[in-house]
């Protein structure tokens, strides 16, 4: 989200709606988020969302050569 959309809730009923249709089917069991420790806003609407923490993972990023840790989040359907 752009910083003039946050603190409106549309991250929130976004993510609630792809959650709501992606549990409509019942190939998908367990739904996933890679999100940056230091993003305070994203960790608590998946908390919100229901996921838990799942670890963390660290990600390669090519255009640096660095591996920065990232927090596994998942959501069981």
């Given at each position: 989200m752009g910083?003039?959309?946050r603190g409106t809730g549309l991250a929130?009923?976004?993510c609630?709606?792809?959650l709501a249709w992606l549990g409509t089917t019942r190939e998908v069991t367990v739904v996933e988020a890679i999100v940056d420790p230091d993003n305070?806003?994203?960790l608590a609407l998946?908390?919100?969302l229901g996921f838990h923490d799942a670890g963390s993972?660290?990600?390669h990023q090519?255009?640096?050569g660095n591996s920065v840790q990232r927090r596994?989040?998942?959501l069981e359907f």
């Amino acid at each position: 989200m752009g910083p003039q959309w946050r603190g409106t809730g549309l991250a929130e009923a976004s993510c609630r709606a792809a959650l709501a249709w992606l549990g409509t089917t019942r190939e998908v069991t367990v739904v996933e988020a890679i999100v940056d420790p230091d993003n305070h806003a994203s960790l608590a609407l998946a908390n919100r969302l229901g996921f838990h923490d799942a670890g963390s993972i660290s990600k390669h990023q090519p255009d640096t050569g660095n591996s920065v840790q990232r927090r596994r989040l998942a959501l069981e359907f």
